[in-house]
C-alpha cells in the first residue's frame, strides 16, 4: 500500500478569505504531492514498505529520516485538509468542549495556547492539541514530527509551515493562526478523533 495524494474535502476557493485558492494549490497540489511521491521512494526496500502510515511515522522516527520526515508530513497534511471546513471555527461538540474546559479552564484559553505553540514554534513546524496521559495539551513540534512521536494522539493540528501562510499573509503567522482557529477549524473532526481515543 503506498501513500496517495488524498482528493481536498472542498473546492479550492472555498475557505476564502481566510485561505486562499493559490494556497491550496501549491500546498495541496505540490507541497503535499511532493511528500507522497518522496517518500514513496524512500519507503522502497525498507522494513515500513506496504505498512500502514502511523506505524511508518512511529517506527521510522530517529531511524530513517527520508522515510520519517515524508510519511510523517503525508500523515500531517492528510488530516491538516480535514481539520479545516468553509465557515469553520464555530460551535464545538459538547464532549469536547467539556474536555478542553477540563483540560485548559476554557475554549478560549486552549485557543489561545493552540495559537501561542504555534506563534514560538521557530522555523517550520506544527501546533498541535492531544490527547496526553488521558488530558488534553497544546504542543508544537519541528518539521514534519506530531504528538504521534512525543507519547501523544494528535486531535487537532496547525501547519505552520510558511507554504501554509505566506501567501495570503507573508510574514504575519499570528494573524494566519487567529484566522485559521476563529474561521476555519473543522471542530466535528476534531471531536471525531477525540471520540476514539
Ligand atoms: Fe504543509
Redesign the pocket.
Same mark, same amino acid.
Given at each position: 500500500m503506498s501513500f496517495t495524494l488524498p482528493d481536498l474535502p472542498y473546492a479550492y476557493e472555498a475557505l476564502g478569505p481566510y485561505m486562499s485558492r493559490e494556497t491550496l494549490e501549491y =500546498?495541496h497540489d505540490k =507541497? $503535499?504531492l511532493a511528500y507522497v511521491n518522496n517518500g514513496n521512494n524512500a519507503l522502497k526496500g525498507t522494513e515500513w514498505e506496504g505498512k500502514p502510515l502511523e506505524e511508518i511515522v512511529k517506527g521510522s522516527f530517529g531511524k530513517n529520516p527520508a522515510v520519517f520526515n515524508n510519511a510523517g508530513?503525508h500523515f500531517? $497534511?492528510i488530516h491538516?485538509w480535514k481539520w479545516m471546513k468553509p465557515n469553520g471555527g464555530g460551535a464545538i461538540p459538547g464532549e469536547l468542549e467539556k474536555a478542553l474546559k477540563e483540560s485548559f479552564g476554557s475554549v478560549d484559553k486552549a485557543k489561545e495556547d493552540l495559537i501561542q505553540a504555534g506563534t514560538t514554534q521557530f522555523g517550520s513546524g506544527w501546533a498541535w492539541l492531544a490527547v496526553k496521559g488521558g488530558k488534553i495539551e497544546a504542543m508544537k513540534t519541528p518539521n514534519g514530527e506530531n504528538p504521534l512521536v512525543h507519547g501523544g494522539t494528535p486531535i487537532l493540528g496547525v501547519?505552520v509551515?510558511e $507554504?501554509?501562510y505566506y501567501i495570503d499573509y507573508r510574514n504575519r503567522r499570528p494573524d494566519y493562526l487567529k484566522a485559521w482557529v476563529d474561521h476555519l477549524i473543522n471542530w466535528e473532526y476534531v471531536a471525531e478523533l477525540f471520540g476514539k481515543k
Open positions: =500546498h =507541497h $503535499h508530513q500531517n $497534511h491538516f501547519d509551515w $507554504h501554509s
